[in-house]
């Protein structure tokens, strides 16, 4: 066997150390029935950074395996009493993940080829240089560091879909609480979303955004924890002062749910519900299509649960009065036709031709 001694400029010396952040696991087991391989290995190996235990042969080995942690097994074909490949397949039974690198002589090629079928990650070919044990021990320490990094990245991703999910949950426990805020609100961010699920059903809109719609109108109305319930609960016409609070309600709602990754899609539905497609509509009194297409949808659903529900001021409308109400908006071009037409169709409200 050919080796070269590490030298003091040796680039790979304490290879290890920049991998240490991903592999906390810095032992290396070396099975080799020839001593002075062990000996130059594990001189060389320790000088790199890493912690080497030697064994003699793969019953060793086992018992090395039964009480250590090893990111690495290095172990010779050809040995006395359990050979290298008899102890890569009780490696890969007792550790799937774990790397086994052969180290061969030349007549046994065709064995270190078949144990790489049976999971080895590679083999050294006798008489071997130092460097392409460094160059192998690198591969397997990037592949380990890039499975640690996808699994990391895994677990972040989990991590991030149950708080947006509870964060989700949260918020739509608020809406409750602000539509409770009033009794004549009760229940109403709810059945905004029904319609604005009806609407986009009718339109015949793909599932997922038909679910970006509910969940959007369940919270059009969350800025409103910033109302105060005087102005919710007045029992009489709101002064402008009043009203000008009143209309603060989608860009602080808009704002109140921007931080939150999974409400990144219906900040424009809760910003916008309240814009009419001539412009006089707020908070940005957008025109048409500068209103977001989802909004609009919203908006028609909020609108006929606003005027079909008692307020403090007046008695419901029917069904069919605002039915008549929306038709007529859509005709000043104040909302969209399509989106009344679907809503109607819906609810079974169409005038009758
Ligand atoms: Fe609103």
Redesign the pocket.
């Known amino acids: 066997m050919s080796e070269s001694a590490p030298s003091s400029s040796n680039p790979l010396l304490n290879l290890f150390s920049s991998y240490a952040e991903y592999i906390g696991n810095r032992k290396i087991l070396l099975v080799d029935d020839e001593q002075g391989v062990r000996k130059s290995l594990s001189l060389y190996l320790a000088r790199c950074g890493f912690k080497v235990d030697e064994a003699e042969n793969g019953l060793q080995a086992k018992d090395f395996l039964s009480s250590e942690d090893y990111f690495l097994v290095i172990t010779d074909i050809t040995m006395p009493e359990m050979d290298g490949l008899d102890l890569l397949k009780y490696i890969k039974t007792l550790d799937r993940e774990m790397d086994v690198v052969m180290i061969t002589g030349h007549m046994n090629i065709e064995f270190a080829i078949d144990a790489i079928k049976k999971g080895a990650f590679d083999y050294l070919k006798k008489p071997f240089m130092l460097e392409d044990v460094s160059t192998t021990i690198t591969r397997i320490l990037e592949k380990q560091t890039l499975k640690m990094k996808s699994l990391e990245l895994e677990r972040l991703k989990e991590r991030q879909t149950v708080e947006n999910r509870q964060l989700t949950e949260f918020m739509t426990a608020l809406a409750n609480v602000i539509d409770a805020k009033s009794t004549f609100t009760m229940q109403h961010s709810e059945r905004v979303s029904e319609y604005s699920v009806r609407i986009a059903t009718e339109l015949a809109l793909p599932e997922k955004e038909i679910n970006l719609i509910a969940l959007g109108a369940r919270l059009?109305?969350v800025g409103k924890i910033a109302t105060p319930d005087y102005i919710l609960n007045k029992d009489g016409p709101l002064t402008k002062e009043e009203y000008d609070i009143i209309k603060e309600?989608?860009w602080r709602g808009a704002e109140l749910i921007k931080p939150i990754t999974s409400l990144q899609n219906i900040v424009d539905i809760v910003r916008h519900?309240?814009e009419n497609n001539d412009g006089t509509g707020y908070p940005d009194g957008l025109e048409g299509d500068h209103i977001p297409f989802h909004a609009r949808i919203v908006k028609i659903a909020?609108y006929y649960d606003a005027v079909t529900s008692t307020r403090p001021y007046r008695k419901p409308m029917s069904q069919e009065q605002a039915a008549e109400l929306l038709r007529d908006e859509a005709e000043k071009k104040r909302v969209e036709g399509e989106f009344v037409n679907a809503l109607l169709t819906q609810m079974d409200l169409l005038a009758p031709v």
């Open positions: 059009h109305d309600h989608p519900h309240h909020d």
